[in-house]
């Protein structure tokens, strides 16, 4: 039963591996000619108007969590729509179900104003 499983942990293995490897390549190779004007914010060939590390507003992260919590539940419709006609009706109730719980928390979030970016 567990053979079935170290093609998946020798690609893992191979993808971490391979990511440090290329990532200490990079530093062993690469260039070092560091300048000023390299090492500078770049916005668009303009002046930097505010430092880089100013802070965003809460209202940011909620809208990127809200956005990351809507589109993640588009990955769980995938495979029922790939599979609909082999699951049966019961499937079908309970994807419905699903969306409804989902519009539901859609409406709540837009009803709060989570949505307004004032």
Known sequence: ?????????GTIIMGIVFGIAMMKLHEWVGPRRQNKEKL?????????VTSVKERHTVKFYLVAMLFILFDIEIVFMYPWAVQFKQLGAQALVAMILFMVLLFAGFIYVVKKGALKWD
């Not at 500078?40 to 303009?46: C, D």
């Open 1 to 9: 039963m567990l053979e079935s499983y170290f093609p998946i942990l």
């Open 40 to 48: 500078s914010t770049y916005e668009s060939g303009m002046e930097p």
